[in-house]
């Protein structure tokens, strides 16, 4: 957590930055048999709509957050700041009544719920830790290697990386899948749960695939038949070298503390070898602040030497386990929307609309309550729009009618980009959920139903977005082109 303490000519507050990897969310509990869910009115996607409160200053500025305390002297406020596809953060606010126009309050259940989310946030990482060390985590073998074991309430877990690694997976994958509940609720209530399989190893992973007789590239996939993800990453290399950088890091610390515990006799030591020298009281003290000031430098240096292994050790994590959180927040997302949302027994989701969807949420925000998924895929956005401004931008007659094998090619691809029919799908699952919100309306069940199935991939989508597909193109190239990062 870090403080800021800023000034201005109308008030003073303390901005509080918070920069913690995952939010926490409630566990959600899965029932039996396989059956319909009850109906439930469909989240927005942003997942970004707290209903706030809102204090607007006599100069014009509003902000909206929480009101706190209020006397004839200060009003207190927590201002919510969430910008687009960034981490949410708040600001502690003190304003003056004198300098307030008008207060807008919500009820008093709204300010409850509004005060439980954001002490949840504020308190995350303690939550979180207490997560961790609630589940249950048993060790076991798989094929004569180590492993940990979960049985959760929403998937079972099997894991070679090592015990806190593996509880920290669990806990983001738990807010994760809680997250789809939100943004896409259950329509059938199943007593099945995915199997997640996470190699700590690489090769392990090649080895499994290898043994199920498949080509894939990527670090994970979703197996549909199986009802299976496998994950693979270099966590447990990893974790050997952060071994190594915790040992370094160690003796810096025991360096330091030894410096700073000696310091003072040193100091005395010195100052009475110069007295016995019959240096002048004066040259003494200059002397001995000298050293002290030597001293004190090489305290500052092995703090930032502390410092840049932690931000070393951050940043490795970050490159190591950032693909893998990534692929595994894509496939979790297939998995939950053929268990809980849309079976292929009942429904027909094409794959370029499951591909585009699984895109949208692998790059979204997990925070307290909700998946925020309100910024653009920027990796995808960068590659349709260049495609776009190409000689020969991809059809979207063509993204249409692209069969599952389309899609399965690239997944056993070793190219470092994706395929025109990925990021295409990405822009066109994103348009239809930003602007033309179709996402749970009865047109796009319809779109989904094994009725419209039989309808050619063009007709069927004409219905869905209510014009011609020439008309749409059209109006979605112009739209992505003018579409910007931030967004």
């Avoid at 100069?59 to 927590?78: C, H, N, R």
């Avoid at 966590?235 to 515990?261: G, P, S, V």
């Avoid at 094998?405 to 690239?410: A, G, I, K, P, V």
């Avoid at 319809?446 to 039989?454: D, E, K, R, T, V």
Wanted: glycine residues 6%.
């Amino acid at each position: 957590m870090r403080f800021r303490i800023q000034v201005t000519s109308m008030h003073t507050f303390l901005l509080v930055s918070i920069c913690i990897l995952t939010a926490w969310l409630p566990t959600a509990r899965a029932e039996s048999p396989s059956r319909p869910a009850a109906p439930v009115d469909p989240s927005t996607l942003a997942g970004a709509d707290w209903p706030l409160e809102r204090v607007t200053l006599k100069d014009g500025k509003s902000y909206q957050g929480l009101i706190g305390a209020e006397t004839p002297s200060s009003v207190d406020f927590i201002e919510v700041r969430r910008p687009k596809g960034k981490k949410m953060f708040l600001a502690m606010r003190w304003f003056d009544p004198k300098a307030i126009a008008s207060f807008e309050r919500l009820d008093a259940l709204e300010r409850q719920e509004l005060r439980a989310k954001l002490e949840k946030y504020k308190n995350r990482a303690l939550v979180e830790g207490r997560q961790m060390e609630d589940l249950v985590v048993t060790p076991a073998k798989h094929d004569g290697v180590p492993t940990w074991e979960y049985e959760g309430q929403l998937f079972s877990l099997e894991s070679t990386a090592d015990e806190p690694m593996t509880r920290r997976l669990i806990v983001r994958l738990e807010q994760i899948f809680t997250a789809y509940q939100q943004l896409f609720p259950p329509r059938w209530v199943t007593s099945g749960r995915v199997r997640i399989r996470i190699f700590g190893a690489t090769d392990q992973y090649r080895a499994t695939l290898k043994d199920a007789g498949l080509a894939i590239k990527n670090p994970a996939v979703f197996l549909v038949d199986q009802n299976t993800i496998l994950a693979g990453s270099e966590l447990n290399r990893f974790d050997a070298e952060l071994a190594q950088i915790n040992r370094h890091h160690l003796e810096i610390k025991q360096q330091l503390d030894t410096l700073i515990a000696e310091l003072p006799a040193r100091l005395k030591e010195l100052g009475e070898t110069l007295k016995e020298n019959n240096v002048p009281a004066g040259e003494r003290q200059k002397i001995v602040a000298a050293e002290q000031r030597k001293w004190e430098d090489q305290r500052k240096n092995a703090r930032r030497k502390i410092a840049a292994l932690d931000r070393k050790n951050a940043a490795r994590f970050d490159e190591v386990a950032g693909q893998m959180f990534t692929r595994l927040a894509h496939e979790a997302f297939h998995a939950y929307l053929e268990i809980q949302v849309y079976p292929r027994q009942v429904y027909d989701v094409p794959r370029w609309l499951n591909e585009g969807l699984a895109q949208t949420f692998e790059t979204g925000q997990l925070e307290v309550d909700s998946l925020r998924i309100d910024a653009p895929n920027l990796t995808a956005l960068g590659l349709l729009q260049s495609d776009l401004r190409g000689e020969r931008p991809l059809e979207l007659a063509e993204l249409l009618n692209a069969g599952s094998e389309t899609f399965l090619s690239d997944h056993g691809s070793d190219r470092a980009t994706p395929s025109r029919s990925y990021y295409y799908s990405w822009g066109l699952a994103y348009y239809l959920a930003f602007e033309q919100g179709v996402f749970g309306t009865p047109q796009f069940d319809a779109y989904l139903s094994p009725a419209a199935a039989s309808l050619g991939s063009v007709e069927r989508f004409e219905r869905l977005v209510g014009m011609p597909l020439a008309e749409f193109q059209a109006r979605w190239r112009k739209a992505m082109l003018d579409l910007k990062p931030t967004q």
